[in-house]
Each structure stands twice: as C-alpha cells, then as structure tokens.
C-alpha cells in the first residue's frame, strides 16, 4: 500500500504573493488529532515530493486544508503553489506531532503562539470542542511581517463566533490577538516580547503568564522556538510529552528548504 493517500484539490487561496492555502478531499481512513501535521506533496517525475505540513482544518471536516508559502525555487512549493482544482495531491497516512492538548496539564489559559504558516496547527485546534476543555480562556496569537499575511482573519473573527456548533464556546472562550511587525496595526510586536514583556495579556485583561496557570502551544520559525526555549528554561517550565503532561509544548513550522 502507498504511503500516500491520492486526494483532488477542491479549492485554492492566494493570501499573498508568497502565502497560499487549499483545501482537498479527504480519504475516509485519514485520522488525525488537531495540532498535528502529516506529509503532503505532489508526483513529481514519478516520484513523490513532500513537505511537512500542519493540517489546518477540523477533525471533524469532510475535506483537508494545508496553509503554504511560496519559495521562488522550493523544490515542492514552487510546483504546489501552482495547483489548480481538480489536480492530484498526496496526503500522507501517518500523522503525527507534539501540539496535542493531551500533553498540556489543565489550566487558566492557553495560549496559542503562531508565526507565519506556524498559525496552522491552531487554526485545527481551536475548531476542536476538545481543545477549550480545561482552560477558562484559549488565547490564539497570531504574529506576521504584514496585515496582509494574517491568514483567516475573518473566519477567527467573524465566521467561528458564529458557527453552529462552536459559536457558543468560541464566543465564550477564545481571544485572538493578531500582531504585526512591520507596518502600523492595532498590535505591533513579535510574539516573543509581547509575553515577555506582558503587553499582551495586559492587552486583553490577563494576568500576567505563570506557569503555575497558564500553559503555552507555541508553532513557529527555529529562532522563535530557541527564544522561547531559552525562556522556558529560565523559567523551570515543563515541557509536556506523549506520556507526561506539562506546561508548554511545541512544534517548529515547516519551511521548506
Ligand atoms: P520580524 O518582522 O521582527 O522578523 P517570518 O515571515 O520571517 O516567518 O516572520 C513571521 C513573524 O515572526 C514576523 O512578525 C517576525 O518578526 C517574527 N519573528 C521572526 N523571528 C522571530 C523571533 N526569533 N522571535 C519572535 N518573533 C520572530
């Protein structure tokens, strides 16, 4: 058996010169758990030709949605940026990966902290009625170079709040806080300073983060991640696993090279 599930492209987003997303079909035997990403790609001279990629829609959706960037010679995004509906794309069977909320402890709030495409594992996540249980408040941070590149703005904040079955938690729990860093918006920042510094919880009437109640999900480029580890560490925070709960977790975006 392939390693790869053969699923159609039933829609494509052009975010921005360098940002895409599209949807697929999706194999009835594809599972995964939200926060996890699996292999996708395309046939490329016969061979297949994949990345990692975070899933970006709910569990519970008939279709697959994935959110790329474009690298000019990225020997997959290149090519993939170019899909169309109704082309072939492969889906990896085995999906797997750290953001679970089954290895975070249960606390006051949960932030989710995205850079870049690294918003995608939460876009899954916060669609997921599994993900707000535990937490009196879910916190989905999202930071980017431009306005321009805050992807799925409109369905966090008009769309879910109003969703047939996830308005009501949504309403009730999430706060999203989008920051960009270079160009005026209502928020200005990077990720990093803005929980270091407590701007953002300030910002949105939180206490400031402790890691005896708030727990952190955090996606994003390697040097994001190395502040951050540096942070944790200073702090003595734990760091959650497949088989012991902590009180942060982590997965880095997936750039091509
Ligand atoms: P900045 O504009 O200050 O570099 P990219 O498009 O390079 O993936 O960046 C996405 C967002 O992540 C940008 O707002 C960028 O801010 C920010 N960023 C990049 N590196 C770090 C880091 N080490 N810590 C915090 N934010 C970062």
Redesign the pocket.
Known sequence: MSAYFEEKVTSVHHWTDSLFSFTCTRDPAFRFKSGQFTMIGLMVEGKPLVRAYSVVSGHWEEHLEFLS?KVPDGPLTSRLQHIQVGDTVLIGRKPVGTLLTESLLPGRNLYMLG????LAPFMSLIRDPDAYEGFERVVLVH???TVA?LAYEDLIKAELPEHELLGELVREKLLYYP????EAFVHQG????LIFNGTLPADLGLAPVDKAHDRIMLC?????????NAWFKQGAWIEGTNNLQGQYVIEK?F?EK
């Open positions: 960037i850079t870049g495409t690294g930071g980017c170079r590149e920051t960009v860093t270079r990077r990720v990093t300073d994003g480029s390697p040097g994001l991640l190395a502040d951050y975006a750039v």
